[in-house]
């Protein structure tokens, strides 16, 4: 079997995904644009890939800029984990992504 992961930042979609046979759930808002999001990959049991993205798809890139663009995503990602960990998703369950692409400017997707 190939896992199958199921990118969304609705946890309605996301249960129904996982219920449909989807393994992972990729969070493209780290898991802010849903508040249940993080409740409900913890429900499901299954792992949550948490991205790290300022503003939205439609405003990212408006968003790029950093005073120390590795330290901020590290800080802002690690702060994502906590929160999943208070949800009930352990460690283990977790995937952070620096989100390269998204509100990051060239430097910073390279220095990511």
Excluded at 16 to 27: F, P, R, S
Excluded at 80 to 105: C, H, N, T, V, Y
Aim: no cysteine; glycine share 8%; proline share 5%.
């Amino acid at each position: 079997d190939v896992p199958i992961s199921i990118d969304t930042r609705h946890a309605a979609v996301a249960r129904a995904a996982v219920l449909a046979g989807a393994d992972i759930i990729n969070d493209v808002s780290g898991g802010t644009h849903d508040p249940d999001m993080l409740r409900t990959a913890a429900d499901l049991g299954v792992p949550v890939i948490l991205m790290h993205m300022r503003g939205t798809p439609e405003t990212m890139q408006r968003m790029t800029r950093y005073d120390d663009v590795v330290t901020e995503v590290a800080e802002a990602l690690l702060e994502r984990s906590r929160e999943a960990e208070r949800a009930g998703i352990p460690k283990w369950m977790q995937i952070l992504d620096p989100g390269i692409g998204f509100a990051k400017d060239l430097g910073g997707n390279l220095s990511l």
